[in-house]
């Protein structure tokens, strides 16, 4: 293979390799699943099953690949976090995205019949798109997961109202869209609401417990939150342990450092993932996990 006429053409590829020293999100995304929504009838407007499906291909893709700190997903897609310090295929853009991508949608068709048993694919099978970002800090990073929770939120409570007044409500698709246009606008109000401006999520609430008798709050969790994927590694250790470690590791500093990278490397392939529905904006999450964003 090595030394043809035919080599030089390996010189016209371009390695993008993502900035050093920033946390890498690999967000991928299923493509055309309104689509596929309505080809394996999915209910609306959440299906447990297709739920759990995209949980089980990403806990997949978390114990495969040990760089990932955490995931978060919700409807059809998935955002892996790379640690800062991964050096994983040398931090090849094309290599992380396209790996990553192919694993899931691999796990996302062979675990299909076990959420699906009624339901076989075809084709077009699904499949998903990737694309990676680099984010600078530990803030940018948390901005960005409570970005994709706020919108689960946001798209879960409107779809939540939508769905009610027509399953519920016995509404058209196109009234219900409507209704909801107008009722979240607060020009529209009685002039003893103008200038109260509700906000359009409570207006929501209103209409869903007013007309169907549902408070939001009720809604299961995994609905309401989306889920979160992560390494439970090392449970917070109570702070007098913290000061005999720092003690042990004064007394025989480099050897035990050394050690103690070997141990969190074995610790961290062994460690047992978590699937959970969490709320990763407030600051309580992390700081119980010091060891996901350090
Ligand atoms: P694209 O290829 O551009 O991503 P898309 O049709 O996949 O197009 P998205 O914006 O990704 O568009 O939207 C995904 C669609 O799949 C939404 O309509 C969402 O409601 C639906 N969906 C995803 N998961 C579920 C689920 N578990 N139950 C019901 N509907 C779902
Ligand atoms: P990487 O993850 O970096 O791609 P790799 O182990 O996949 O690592 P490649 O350079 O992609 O390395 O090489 C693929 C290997 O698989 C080669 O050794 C090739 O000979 C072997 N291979 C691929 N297809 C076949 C096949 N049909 N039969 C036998 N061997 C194969
Ligand atoms: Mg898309
Ligand atoms: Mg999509
Ligand atoms: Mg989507
Ligand atoms: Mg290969
Ligand atoms: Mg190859």
Known sequence: MANSRFEYVKQFEHDKYLLPNTWIVIRIDGRGFSKLCAKYGFEKPNDRRAVDLMNAAAKAVVTELPDITIAYGVSDEY?????????LFERRSSKLITTISSTFTAYYVHLWSSYFPDTPLSSP??????RAVCYPSVQ????????????????????????????????????????????????????????M???????????????????????????????VVFRDYELVEPAGQRVADAVDNLAEPVQQSKTQEETDKKRRAKARVVVDH??????DFWDRRPWLLS
């Not at 939508?162 to 209704?179: N, P, R, T, V």
């Not at 969490?278 to 600051?283: A, F, G, H, R, T």
Request: hydrophobic share 35%; proline share 5%.
């Open 125 to 130: 099978l699904p499949s998903f798109d990737g």
């Open 79 to 87: 955002s892996f976090v790379l640690h800062k310090s991964c050096t």
């Open 197 to 227: 401006q509700p906000t359009l999520s409570a207006d929501k609430n209103e209409i869903l417990f007013s007309k169907f008798k549902i408070n939001y709050n009720n809604e299961p969790e995994v609905f309401r939150k989306g889920t």
């Open 278 to 283: 969490l709320d990763i904006i407030k600051d």
């Open 140 to 195: 940018n990073l948390r901005d960005y997961m409570s970005w994709r929770q706020v919108d689960c939120h946001i798209n879960n409570l409107y779809n939540t109202t939508f769905w009610s007044l027509i399953q519920l409500g016995g509404m058209e698709a196109k009234d219900a869209e409507k209704f909801l246009a107008v009722s979240a606008h607060p020009s529209r109000k009685s002039p003893k609401l103008i200038g």
